[in-house]
């Protein structure tokens, strides 16, 4: 069985700050995706970004990168230079087999 | 502009009533999904379709009922067999084969007074 494990159901940063979000996983298939995605206030899921497991550089957009270890199975988001626009809730997301696996979500705090 | 639609946003039924949630997108994707979304629990699988005429049960299919006649809908019928449906339904899509991200619909808030 596939999981996505996020322990931490709600972190605060203060606006410019960086702050890093976790994510654990598990699954037996070799080749799948890893996905951040987030959900502001309007409910509207907005993806992040994407890792590919088969690549070991790191994803990057902007401001947010991971940090992917395929061996500890973890896949945390980092986010530089925090903004009021990134309060949301953020989903961790893994794509199996034709099947996503979304994690409980952390709620992130932007303080002003 | 491509996307995904769902209607209505907000939809307001009595208990023992079937409701339909509309689905639409012109993304041109083959896949579609259906999710619901309760505070604390993250996002479960209802419902997935790969293909037109096909579709198969996610982790929570009891009390729901879908449909995939084409390409572009495919709605989710919520029915009185469902012990808690009060919830939050998110639509989405994928392109196969490599299904690399999900796009999803704006949600359709469902409370059952």
Redesign the interface.
């Known amino acids: 069985a596939q999981t996505v494990t996020q322990s931490q159901p709600e972190m605060s940063v203060q606006e410019a700050e960086t702050v890093t979000l976790s994510c654990t996983y598990d699954t037996s298939e070799s080749d799948y995706y890893l996905f951040w995605y987030k959900q502001p206030p309007s409910r509207q899921m907005i993806l992040v970004i994407r890792q590919e497991a088969y690549k070991q550089q790191n994803a990057t957009e902007n401001r947010f990168s991971v940090n992917f270890q395929k061996a500890a199975k973890s896949f945390s988001l980092k986010i530089s230079d925090s903004q009021l626009g990134d309060a949301a809730m953020y989903f961790c997301a893994l794509r199996g087999a034709y099947k996503y696996i979304f994690g409980t979500g952390t709620r992130l705090k932007v303080l002003a | 502009d491509g996307g995904i639609t769902q209607s209505p946003k907000y939809l307001f039924r009595k208990e023992g009533q079937n409701v339909t949630l509309s689905c639409e997108q012109n993304l041109n994707h083959d896949?579609m999904?259906w999710?619901r979304q309760d505070p604390?629990?993250?996002?479960?699988?209802i419902y997935?379709s790969?293909i037109v005429n096909d579709f198969q049960k996610?982790d929570i299919a009891e009390g729901y009922s879908v449909s995939r006649e084409k390409k572009e809908s495919f709605p989710l019928t919520v029915t009185s067999a469902q012990k808690n449906p009060t919830a939050?339904y998110?639509c989405?899509s994928s392109q196969r084969p490599s299904?690399?991200?999900?796009f999803?619909g704006?949600?359709t808030r469902l409370t059952v007074l």
């Open positions: 896949a999904y999710y604390g629990q993250g996002l479960r699988l997935y790969q996610g939050f998110l989405a299904y690399n991200e999900q999803f704006p949600g």
